[in-house]
């Protein structure tokens, strides 16, 4: 796997609030899926013993950004890197969201933190001939939505309550979804007996990011999975929500 040693161009906090950030380090990152991840270090030593997993936020000419929630003494560390810094990347890791033929109607789907890796998503999405709809929920403030208006038909938000109140699954071929576990289980119910074909990525505490430690396992109807090797991306069809 790939590993780079990339200097951070830009590390900004996005959240009054909640302790958001959005950091970009340059390089060339093209060959990366929307919806895969990088495990992530931005100290030197030992300590922290493990590299941070962090989807995929958007990639341009000048590198990747990854959006991060500081919530532990790794991405601590993040919230103090500077432009010139230097920060460790491994990666891609991870399968992402499959492509999807042109003249697909698509929506993407996020909700809180997992806004981060539907930005990708849309680019490319738009890139290729499938311009989706964008729904994302927060809990206190909207963020970033002025950065999905160019890769969007539309771009739903909402404050609290659930964003999944705003979407009819009819309306889709294909939906992609990144947040809470239980949205990604409500939105599963929601699209059963429906024409759309829903894509999600689960989130699951992970050590080595390459499926050798077996910690993200979760369960399918193909038998247990790795959210880190065979993930984090899964046909929500196939996973089994009390597994998790």
Not at 7 to 32: L, T
Not at 92 to 115: F, H, Q, R, S, T
Not at 137 to 148: D, H
Not at 211 to 226: R, W, Y
């Amino acid at each position: 796997m790939p590993v780079k040693q990339c200097k951070v161009i830009s590390n900004i906090k996005i959240s009054a609030n909640d302790n958001m950030y959005v950091i970009k380090v340059a390089g060339d990152f093209k060959d990366c899926r929307m919806g895969q991840f990088y495990m992530l270090r931005g100290w030197e030593g030992n300590y922290p013993l493990l590299s941070r997993p962090i989807s995929v936020h958007d990639v341009d000419d000048e590198g990747i950004s990854f959006m991060y929630r500081v919530i532990g003494e790794g991405t601590k560390l993040f919230s103090q890197m500077q432009a010139g810094d230097i920060m460790v990347v491994q990666g891609p890791c991870g399968n992402g969201y499959p492509d999807i033929e042109a003249g697909k109607k698509v929506a993407l789907i996020g909700g809180g933190m997992g806004i981060a890796p539907l930005l990708y998503a849309a680019r490319q999405l738009t890139k290729k001939g499938n311009k989706p709809d964008v729904y994302l929920g927060f809990r206190e403030e909207v963020l970033e939505e002025e950065k999905y208006k160019p890769f969007a038909n539309k771009v739903i938000t909402r404050i609290g309550g659930t964003i999944l109140d705003d979407i009819s699954p009819n309306d889709y071929d294909v939906i992609f979804t990144c947040g809470p576990l239980g949205m990604e289980k409500a939105l599963a119910e929601k699209v059963k007996g429906t024409k759309a074909k829903l894509y999600l990525s689960l989130e699951k505490n992970m050590a080595c990011g390459m499926g050798a430690c077996l910690v993200c396992s979760v369960g399918t109807i193909k038998g247990n999975k790795k959210v880190c090797k065979d993930g984090p991306v899964f046909d929500a069809a196939e996973v089994l929500f009390d597994e998790i």
